[in-house]
């Protein structure tokens, strides 16, 4: 017996059942795929410039100055939040220099020795001079500097680390 080229219906219902499962699988799946994807695709940046406050906080020739600050990071759905230090140190009213209070041996903070000038690492004996020059110890480069501006009367430095 030949097949009638209509439509039967249960044929009908089972069509429309999976032709609206399919529409509403794709309406509900669609915004879950952005969600569960959409972290990984965010491109992180940090360059930022931070706000050290405003310049007149940091004399001329007055001891270097340390400034600490936090940055987070969003990671997917991972926040951290990292705690950063500076030194300020106003040179003239004109040139400010700010140093990472990083050393660069081997990344401990060092800790400005008002009594001898200089900026020390307790880990293995690392000094820098008051502007951030290798004086002794096993580092192989000075201090890093961070770049810095005045905008409104405020000193800001660009930062760049994650």
């Known amino acids: 017996m030949a097949k009638s080229p209509h439509l039967t219906r249960n044929e009908f219902v089972k069509t429309m059942l999976a032709v609206l499962g399919t529409v509403m699988g794709v309406v509900v799946g669609l915004p879950a795929v952005g969600y569960l994807v959409g972290p990984f695709l965010k491109v992180s940046s940090s360059d930022v410039w931070v706000p050290l406050g405003p310049l007149e906080n940091y004399p001329v020739g007055t001891p270097p100055t340390l400034f600490s600050f936090t940055r987070t990071k969003v990671n997917g759905w991972e926040r ?34 008002q009594a001898d000038q200089m900026y020390h690492c307790p880990c293995h004996d690392a000094e820098f001079g008051p502007k951030g020059q290798i004086i002794q110890g096993p580092q192989t480069r000075p201090m890093d500097r961070y770049e810095n501006k005045v905008e409104n009367g405020t000193l800001m430095i660009h930062f760049t680390k994650g």
């Not at 705690?83 to 903070?109: D, K, M, Q, W």
């Open 80 to 113: 951290t939040t990292n705690s950063y230090g500076c030194y300020v140190y106003r040179e003239t009213a004109a040139h400010t220099i700010v140093f990472s209070n990083v050393c660069t041996h081997l990344a401990c903070r060092v800790k400005w020795e």
